[in-house]
């Protein structure tokens, strides 16, 4: 059934998907970003407390 009522709002869903699309690619990359900044922190700190 759901996949019935997909055909009706194909082109309606797909303007969806494509405005959603970016704001969640951006949002991945900053995650992405922030993890390795965090984890490039702790490696930091784990050499300076191994001097």
């Not at 949002?27 to 191994?50: D, I, M, N, V, Y």
Request: proline share 2%; glycine share 4%.
């Amino acid at each position: 059934m759901i996949a019935c009522d997909l055909v009706f709002l194909d082109k309606e869903l797909g303007k969806a998907v494509s405005m959603a699309r970016e704001p969640a690619v951006r949002l991945s990359r900053w995650a992405r970003k922030a993890q390795q900044r965090t984890e490039h922190a702790r490696e930091g700190a784990l050499t300076e407390e191994s001097v």
